[in-house]
């Protein structure tokens, strides 16, 4: 009966070829608006982490001393006496202590000039904990953190750059003035957003070197930056004993009893902090949240995007209006050719089907040529200078909802008019004739 059905439609969209491609292109336009833009929301919205993101919290205190009135939220960061005391403690079940410098980095020996990138200070815990994939070798040892090793994992675009993409474990690597061994390589590797780094643009790559936290104290000495300061430090250089706020502390935390005393810990140590005169706010101003309860409080999708989503969804509203004017004009025009169908014994059902295969077809044509409207919208937001252009891509999961959306749409903009045309009465339209 469908394929009755079927070639019933495809008979009469061929009968009118300018009506049918001006429906066609109503949906095709709306879905492609549409979904150009609900790609990249979801993508900016996607789970950075999935199956470890409800177990990795980002805890902060607000240090702050006088605190500001307008202060509401504890900055995305800690001093480093703060950080340090919550890392010391080890009431998690891992633990990371995070900062982000800039740095001069060259491989010696290999004749290739000196390079200024980003190096991520952090602790022996972090490439288990962020699932962070290796090409060779293996992160340092908690060992390594406590002996401050001059030990180094690079990024896989630094060694292809250095090394050509060659096993470089064991090789030397020039950062800064201290030679650092090379003990990992890391897999292509970019967690999308860069949850782990609050100061960074959600959208960055990942940083080109990493260290113990200990051993860049002294290797990248003077080159740390503050994310704010409520008192000028007495010495730039030296941030450890500074009021300011540079290091973040991230926990792994594997289930939820664990995490609400670890939240607990974290209040009381507030607390005792605002006791010893050292905090002005205390447990008021704690945050201790996991990955993706950080990411919305960070403002993940940025706002013009959540504002070109909803212009598209209304402007697919308006094409879905046109539709549904377009397939009332044209099922309207076949009164005569009904009433005939329906006089010789066909059903209002037979009539309404019919028609709603008609839409239906409509909707997959229109899905089509919409897919095609989002790969172009798509290829025009990665020519962008936006941090999320390299983002702009559909994955599967998009590309079935084009064709789902398209020919939702369409059956939906095709119920009244099917409605109204299963509804023709034969004898007037006999009459007529």
């Given amino acids: 009966m469908f394929a009755y059905y079927l070639d019933l439609a495809l008979r009469s969209l061929k009968r009118n070829k300018v009506l049918t491609a001006l429906m ?15 790609t990249v929301v979801h ?11 409800g177990v990795l919290f980002f805890p902060q205190v607000d240090p702050e001393n006088p605190a500001r009135a307008d202060h509401t939220e504890p900055y995305p960061a800690m001093d480093y006496r703060s950080a340090t005391d919550l890392w010391n403690a080890h009431r998690a079940d891992r633990q990371a202590l995070v900062t982000s410098s800039p740095v001069k980095v060259r491989a010696p020996g290999t004749g290739r000039p000196p390079l200024i990138l980003s190096m ?104 740390f930056q503050a994310y704010t300061c409520w008192h000028v430090p007495d010495d730039t250089h030296h941030l450890q004993n500074s009021d300011c706020v540079w290091v973040w502390l991230w926990a792994e935390l594997d289930s939820p009893a664990k995490a609400s005393s670890y939240a607990r810990f974290v209040a009381d140590y507030a607390e005792q902090q605002k ?36 212009l598209a969804s209304a402007f697919l509203a308006i094409c879905l209006f046109n539709a549904v004017g377009l397939l009332l004009a044209k099922f309207l025009r076949r009164s005569g050719e009904i009433g005939v169908r329906r006089a010789l014994g066909a059903s209002r059902r037979a009539i309404f089907s019919q028609c709603l295969v008609e839409a239906g077809v409509i909707g997959l044509l229109g899905g089509f040529f919409g897919w095609l409207l989002t790969l172009t ?57």
Avoid at 24 to 38: E, K, N
């Fill in 24 to 38: 066609v292109l109503a949906i095709a336009v709306g879905i492609g608006a549409s979904m150009t833009t609900l």
């Fill in 43 to 53: 993508l900016l919205s996607g789970d950075p982490i999935p199956g470890k993101s």
């Fill in 120 to 223: 991520l200070s952090t602790t022996t815990d972090f490439f288990p904990m962020f699932e962070v994939p290796f090409q060779y070798g293996a992160g340092w040892s908690a060992q390594d953190d406590a002996n401050r090793a001059r030990v180094a994992v690079i990024s896989a675009d630094l060694n292809a750059k250095l090394f050509g993409g060659a096993n470089s474990v064991g090789r030397s690597l020039r950062v800064r003035d201290t030679d650092v061994r090379i003990v990992g390589v890391l897999k292509p590797w970019r967690p999308t957003p860069l949850f782990y780094d609050p100061w960074s643009q959600n959208f960055s790559k990942t940083e080109d070197v990493f260290v113990p936290f200990t051993s860049s104290m002294e290797i990248n000495e003077g080159n």
């Fill in 275 to 310: 006791a010893m005169g050292r905090f002005a706010i205390g447990k008021e101003h704690v945050r201790v949240r996991d990955v993706m309860t950080m990411l919305t409080a960070r403002g993940m999708v940025p706002d013009d995007v959540r504002l070109q989503a909803w």
């Fill in 377 to 433: 919208g798509l290829w025009l937001v990665r020519q962008q200078p936006v941090d999320y252009a390299h983002l702009a891509h559909v994955d599967t999961a998009m590309f079935l909802t084009t064709f789902v959306t398209a020919v939702a749409t369409s059956l939906l903009a095709g119920l009244i008019p099917a409605l109204r045309a299963s509804r023709v009465v034969p004898a007037w339209q006999l009459k007529a004739l």
